[in-house]
């Protein structure tokens, strides 16, 4: 019997047919770039070393000129100019690189020009790149996953919204119309069956990502049922929740998470969050700087509502 709730996404979660049947083409026919599936392939190895990793660079001349611009920026301030890509990579370090190749290969494979005009595009890629880092951090300071693992799944939980903008912009303005109507964004999604997190899902699934991206994805709403993936899933999720009471918001949801499984699963006192909460909210602003040249776009500074005792309650 139907008690009027939503359900939790999963695999066989129904989607739109016309969604469906074109997201097996574009898993062919629309991919990450190259170069950013052979860049992360090598940060993720122990033994790359920085000739591995100039080679793959250099063989991408937008990649080699954003690198280039972002070691010169005011964020690194280097001594002398900077002009090699090994001092590049040298001065940015492999986790802003990796940022960096996963940022550039979303802009190129997503084209937002067919946006709903009232949609705040930039706004997005901050969200995303905000949850990556805060999922970073956070796996960095629990140890509960590996930090680029955690990353990675923050930077590519919303791969639903981003297909879902880019290649079916009618589908996103019928979402808009009904959430401008007075609907939350899961119930518009329902309504048209429209799950992001089940399409972003399946394009994951379709370009071959390993399964704890494919999984980190379907769940990062509902991480208690993400299986062997529960961990990474929770963290995703905590990191969402503290991106949107920080600012870094989508302007679509209202995100509540269930706190204390969480902290428990993550072994994390309520005392350590709000110690990370208080260095999240200090450092945001430099970090905000590296997003601005990822994106090559003025990042507007985030509503200033937030407050350390607004986001410790």
């Not at 992360?40 to 190895?45: F, G, R």
């Not at 902290?263 to 260095?279: A, D, G, T, Y």
């Not at 999240?280 to 509502?305: C, D, F, G, H, Y």
Request: glycine share 4%.
């Amino acid at each position: 019997m139907d008690d009027g709730r939503i359900k939790p996404a999963s695999y066989d979660t129904p989607i739109d047919l016309q969604v469906q049947r074109r997201l097996a083409d574009i898993g062919r026919l629309v991919s990450l770039p190259q170069t950013t599936i052979r860049l992360l392939s090598l940060l993720s190895e122990e033994n790359t070393s920085f000739k591995d990793l100039q080679t793959v660079v250099e063989s991408d001349p937008a990649l080699t000129a954003k690198l280039i611009s972002l070691s010169n920026s005011p964020i690194y301030a280097p001594r002398e100019p900077v002009s090699t890509i090994q001092r590049a990579i040298a001065i940015i370090g492999f986790n802003e690189l990796e940022t960096l190749a996963l940022g550039v290969g979303l802009s190129e494979t997503f084209d937002f020009r067919n946006a709903p005009e009232n949609f705040d595009s930039q706004a997005l890629w901050t969200h995303c790149l905000a949850v990556s880092w805060i999922s970073r951090e956070l796996a960095q300071i629990t140890g509960a996953v590996e930090s680029s693992e955690a990353m990675i799944g923050g930077l590519l939980h919303e791969l639903g919204i981003l297909i879902l903008i880019s290649k079916f912009p009618v589908h996103f303005q019928q979402i808009m119309d009904l959430i401008n109507s007075g609907m939350s964004l899961r119930q518009a999604e329902v309504t048209l069956s429209l799950r992001h997190e089940v399409i972003g899902y399946h394009l994951a699934r379709n370009w071959a990502l390993p399964e704890i991206f494919q999984k980190t994805i379907l769940f990062h709403h509902d991480p208690d049922s993400a299986g062997n993936f529960q961990i990474i899933a929770s963290i995703v999720a905590l990191a969402d929740n503290l991106a949107h009471k920080c600012g870094y918001d989508i302007k679509l949801e209202s995100l509540e998470i269930n706190l204390p499984p969480i902290l428990q699963l993550l072994n994390m006192p309520v005392e350590k969050l709000h110690s990370f909460i208080k260095m999240v909210v200090e450092n945001m602003p430099k970090v905000e700087r590296l997003w601005t040249q990822i994106i090559s776009t003025a990042v507007q500074p985030p509503p200033k509502t937030a407050s350390l005792t607004s986001l410790m309650t």
